[in-house]
């Protein structure tokens, strides 16, 4: 949450955790020490408060506080308890915002940015945290999340643990509800991203206003500038369907603009040349998960009508980070021979990264033979190189003299998958050429490996000799 805090705030703020930490504690007062508490402690104590301002009378961020002093600044733990307290004491008066007091709170502030891939050196950054308080936080979760996955425990289970029950019922309970959510429910992963950019846009949004804005930029992807997508979001439901952009909706117009300035300095959202609206790769990862249900029901419906045209319009039509996921989609929910129609007509249509992800698909398909003989003389080494590979899952050793003549490809990707996928194959007509690459000292050293790996599976499965 950004709040806007005056600069008479932060110096009377400082000035009062000096007064506590110098004159009631009767701190030190060498020249060293002085430097230290004004130049290091108050300002790291300043930022924190700043950062949790809504959290200071919450017991679990007075133990955070209690944490940084011991262990980040060296007070002795018989002091920590009190001292935290006379510091959060004059906090509370002068920051003055509403107070949320649920024990788990700070905890799940920290997870929420942790799922959002943030490191923890930047998660202690934001909120002000002890890195090695979050370092442990993330530790005790990992023993839970193993606990109950060898076990399948429940909460009680886990409290039974002797090595869990030291976290304490509240931290325990809170770590086993989100290792189970996050396993087990429906894009809680993607809901509490989003939840992490309201926070920071700091606007009074749900969660599903930002989905139904996203949808709308994805459907209209390059296509929209600003003026043209409040037209477009008057029609949406939610907090945007009332009165944008018309007589009498400055203030929802006003926050809409706000919400759009905020998502494109978060790199949420982004312009295009022409000044038209687009999804970022991070946003488009995000609202993926919710847009497929609607387009994977227009997909099927394509293809239970025979509509091969318009299977491929649904498909080329999607930002490519939601591509990504529909196409996963349809090796879930589609036959293989439904799902190779769809997904062949759209190779070579979109951009070389997703022709990858679709060979690296084609490999669970046997009938992609024939296409990814093809792709073995494509001009791109990298998508010679992961046909090979596909080749070799899928078994079918009608590619074993081309594989073989790609052991002398120029790339040395494209010969170590060669040499790989012979080896899969147990193409024994392959052995005398793998043996000449494996033994030739002027070879990349992961090629040879490769081709002694091949060997190796060949005479496993043949149960003859080649190597000398």
Sequence with gaps: MKWDWTKHDLNSLKESLAAVLLEEWGGPRSPLALKYINETIIPDLVNCFCNNADLLTNSTFAEIIQWKLKNQFANPSAVVVDLAQDLLIPAQKILNRPQIMDPKEPWRRIFRLWIGDESLPNIAERT????????????????????????????????????????????????????????????????????????????????????????????????????????????????WGYGMGASGGDQRGNLFSCVIDGLISLHYIQKNKAGNLTLSEKSAQTIAGYLLPKLGEQLKRAISIHDVDLSKRILLNQNQEVLIRLIDWTLRELNKEQALEVLSSIYQKISRRVDIYLLKVFANFPLAFDLLMKCLGDNDSLIRARSCEALGRIGNKGAVFSLIQLLRDPVVGVREMAAQALGELGAIVAAKELLRVAEDYGESINVRERARGAVRKIESRSGEGFST
């Design 128 to 239: 002000g945290y002890p890195l090695d308080y979050l370092d442990l936080l993330v530790l005790r979760l990992k023993k839970v999340k193993a606990f109950t996955a060898n076990t399948r425990a429940s909460l009680l289970e886990c409290q039974q643990n002797s090595e869990l029950r030291e976290f304490g019922f509240a931290q325990l309970s809170f770590f086993y509800q989100f290792h189970t959510a996050v396993a087990g429910e429906p894009l809680y992963k993607e809901h509490l991203k989003l939840e992490q950019i309201i926070w920071d846009l700091g606007m009074p949004l749900q969660v599903q206003d930002l989905v139904t804005l996203l949808e709308i930029i994805h459907t209209h992807e390059g296509q929209l500038d600003e003026d043209s997508l409040i037209s477009a979001m008057g029609e949406a439901a939610g907090i």
